[in-house]
């Protein structure tokens, strides 16, 4: 229970990584604000003790600017996917990815600094991928969403240490998600290929190790951020890629 007394808030909760995050957050004894988009968040606040649901839209950014600021470790974990070429992709979109992706999670870190920097301790841990390390082809907005989050990490990390606030990005391969499950299908119209090809010549192609990872391990993964052995990492992406960075 390392987290016995603390607040932990974490976006995208309502199904994938972000509920598998408030999961284990919850079992550390950290009392969890699950935020969501979607009303499923409440499901698994009924279904978890010490999460509470809050409903939120990240592109509206008032409200993201009124989501609870008494926060200990935040998880920046929402985030969308949508592939196109560059031609043909909708600017509209285009902005409302990096708005989810990047202008969120830096109004929330600037929202909840203060309280961290008044206690002299703060977590924050940002849910980025091996596209925070490499790039593919027709994701302009997610790797451009990414790689400008790793930015946001490490600018934090800096200016955060004197007041014993670390801030890191965990860095996972393709995860079984519904956003990698409606990827798929996106990449199957895009290249004109069947989704189990998908999965095959494209997802798992630059991993060594031939497997989606499950949420939990990425939770598990990340808990090391904000336990007992977290004090001096920071600043760093913790890449959970399956060798696919090693090339």
């Not at 990096?98 to 301790?121: K, N, S």
Request: with cysteine; glycine share 8%.
């Amino acid at each position: 229970m390392t987290l016995s007394g603390k607040t932990a808030l974490v976006t995208g909760a309502a199904s994938g990584i972000g509920a598998a995050m408030a999961r284990r957050l919850a079992s550390d004894g950290a009392k969890v604000y699950a935020v969501d988009v979607s009303e499923a968040v409440h499901e698994l606040a009924a279904d978890v003790p010490g999460v509470e649901g809050l409903t939120c839209d990240l592109t509206d950014l008032a409200a993201v600017d009124a989501l609870p600021g008494d926060v200990d470790v935040l998880v920046n974990n929402a985030g969308r996917q949508h592939v196109s070429p560059l031609e043909d992709f909708d600017p509209a979109l285009f902005h409302q990815i990096l708005t989810i992706m990047l202008e969120a999670p830096f109004r929330l870190v600037r929202r909840v600094l203060p309280h961290m920097y008044a206690q002299g301790w703060g977590r924050i841990v940002n849910v980025s991928s091996a596209h925070g390390l490499r790039a593919s082809p027709f994701k302009s907005a997610y790797v451009s969403a990414k790689h400008g989050l790793e930015g946001l990490s490490k600018v934090t990390a800096l200016e955060g240490a004197a007041h014993g606030v670390t801030s890191n990005c965990v860095n996972p391969a393709y995860v079984r998600t519904p956003l990698v499950e409606k990827q798929i299908a996106d990449q199957a119209r895009t290249h004109g290929i069947g989704e189990d090809e998908v999965i095959e010549k494209i997802m798992l192609t630059p991993v060594a190790v031939k497997r989606l990872i499950e949420p939990a391990e990425v939770a598990e993964f990340a808990s090391v951020l904000w336990g007992p052995a977290s004090a001096s990492i920071t600043g760093v992406s913790l890449v959970q890629d399956g060798g696919w960075t090693a090339h």
